[in-house]
């Protein structure tokens, strides 16, 4: 684990009013930079976002929400958010918690405070589900924030079938609060920001969006306390059931696309 990455934590966990001050302005300008590439100079198609809309807005006080999403662009976050009402889109209070490659995002302090200021935790790839990142997406669920993250672990530019990692599943089965799981998915960010260069975002393309209905991991969660599963078969267990929900989105979000 860097040691770099220490002065971020206590920083990220209890933020200042300075630091709500500066968020606003991040997260304004790169919202309504995302909301003109998708809304405006692209064709989206979203299935569903009423579904996540109700979620942010109306779900009970307390009740943290995480969604989870595939991963084919570097523009997938902030993208996805371009559908939004400019009052969520442009509001720090109301917009996702998410994780970003500490070696992609925080490799200079500028552009550490520019991410950090952008609600984004760094994770550090390959160092298990027993790190700050995690423990501090658990905090924030734990206090009914709203967390977002790319289970695959990385851009997956090849679009194979991977196994989804297991640090959602400790997030769910250690916050104190059981969340609200939305999986999403998307088809076509990489067509609007390529993974290979020139790096820069094409117009007119089209970008189909699917978000998928609530799973309730009550249940699951209870019987895996009940059963005193271990903490890698809790892990596991809750990993499997969301990685279900997600590629079953997937081909059911393939056949709407192939229809745009």
Known sequence: MSQELDWIWPRLKQTSRWWKFCSYGVIAGVGFVAKCVIAFFNKARAFNLNILLSAIEHRSPGIPLLTVSNHHSCFDDPGMWGLFPLRIALNTNKIRWSLAAHDICFT?????????????????????????????????????????????????????????????????????????????????????????????????????????????????????????????????????????????????????????
């Open 108 to 260: 200079q302090r500028l552009h550490s405070w520019f991410f950090m200021m952008g609600k984004c935790i760094p994770v550090v790839r390959g160092a298990g589900v027993y790190q700050p990142a995690i423990d501090l997406c658990i905090d924030k669920l734990s206090r009914g924030e709203w967390v977002h993250v790319f289970p695959e672990g990385k851009v997956n530019m090849t679009k194979e079938t991977l196994r989804l990692k297991w640090g959602v599943g400790r997030m769910v089965y250690e916050s104190a609060v059981v969340p609200l799981v939305i999986p999403i998915w998307h088809i076509g960010m990489d067509e609007i920001l390529p993974n290979e260069p020139p790096y820069y975002f094409r117009f007119g393309k089209t970008v189909t969006y699917n978000f998928g209905q609530p799973i309730d991991l009550n249940p699951l969660v209870q019987r895996l306390r009940a059963s005193n599963a271990t903490e890698i078969e809790a892990r596991k267990a809750i990993t499997d059931h969301i990685q279900e929900a997600m590629y079953a989105l997937q081909r059911e979000t393939e056949a709407l696309h192939k229809n745009c």
